[in-house]
């Protein structure tokens, strides 16, 4: 199934790159979800990460004849996509130092107030968990959501975080470690423990 | 410090088993010494409860779908970006270059060979050189009797020598300028596919 679903994107990607807009069209409507979801993951707002998942395939358009057909389509755009939300994040915490105020405690980049609309798209465990990733730095932010949304290896988390592999698997048990430690803390504690216990 | 030695673990590497354990690239013996460790680590073994639990929150969360105008809106982007094909083609130009330089050699050859033939005449007939030699003398000569000249008409106030000196002057300039212009015109037809492309890299 994920061989036929690499051999039709190659095959779309040879077309678009012959001027055909159509074939690029498959290409979004088949990776627009993925996308998406890593965006928001990495974002957190909906606004944003739309906007984010519009520029990776902008630039995923641009350069396609960059495009190296012996990865994975998906896989490449993940890393655009990915790249794009890191410097989007570190843009945003640049600006706010540049304004001068106060980091929100734990270096978090986004506000922890889930937007009204989030809200009625999100379950309780969702948000919870969109709350949780807001706290990591992005690079860790990245690795996360590259190893559980898209099941990807270490290796190519590396690849697609142009790293290597002792740096994933350092970022992942960190970004484990923290999360951990944060669902032993008093804040959303007993609706984490809630979320647990209706898992088992 | 006990335990340590017993299983020969430390706590890096526990952690780092943790994380191996918990996307299943742990071996059935290092699996098997891991949890060893782990009866007889509390500290270890309540981190990798927790870690455990935040795996599964992590696992129990699915892909969310995107806006449903989002790829429309995306290819209305995309139409107003040149197609990655032409960028291609006009990118892959450099390599007609070699081509452009050897007919820029063979016009050369052509300009230059006869060029080349006749100072060879020249060399081989002492009299041609003499009379060359005399000819450039001369042209010399009235060339410096015209600059002469033109500046004794501009002591004497002679508005055709001036008018005639300002024109010489005027088209020297316009034809400069029209070259600076074509070259220019040349170099930005060539830049501009490049311009478009967005300079950031995926």
Known sequence: ???????????????????????????????????????????GERGEAEDAAQETFLRAYAHLDRYDAERPFRTWLLSIASNHCIDRLRKRRLTWLSLD???????????????????????????????????????????VVLRYWYDLSYLEIAQTLDTTESAVKSRLFRARQALADKMTGTRGNAALHFAWEGMR | MTIMMNNKYSRPEAQRDMNLA???????????????????????SALWERMQRVDHLLHSEGVLEAPPDMAANIMTLVAKVPAPGLRRASREQPSRTPIEMLLTTA????????ALLFIHH??????????????????????????????????NFNWANIILALSLVVSGLLTVLTWGWMVRAVSLRRQQVVYRIPVEMA
Do not use: C
């Not at chain 1, 051999?7 to 979800?33: I, P």
């Not at chain 2, 016009?107 to 006869?114: C, H, S």
């Open chain 2, 22 to 44: 918990l996307d299943n690239e742990l071996g059935e013996t290092a699996r098997a010494s891991f949890e060893e460790h782990l009866r007889d680590s509390a500290q270890d």
């Open chain 1, 1 to 43: 199934m994920l061989q036929e679903t690499e051999q039709s994107d190659r095959l779309w990607v040879d077309k678009a790159l012959h001027g055909d807009q159509a074939a690029f069209g498959e290409l979004v409507r088949a990776h627009q979800n993925a996308v998406y979801n890593l965006a928001y993951r990495m974002l």
């Open chain 2, 122 to 155: 020249l060399l081989a007939d002492p009299a041609a050189l003499n009379t060359l030699v005399q000819q450039i003398g001369s042209v010399l000569d009235s060339g410096a009797k015209a600059i002469d000249s033109a500046l004794r008409g501009i002591a």
């Open chain 1, 101 to 143: 105020e106060p980091l929100p405690p734990n270096a978090a980049l986004n506000s922890h107030e889930v937007e009204p609309e989030d809200a009625v798209i999100l379950n309780e465990r969702g948000a919870l968990i969109q709350d949780m990733l807001t706290e990591l730095p992005p690079d860790y932010r990245a690795a």
């Open chain 2, 107 to 114: 016009v050369m050859l052509i300009i230059a060979l006869p």
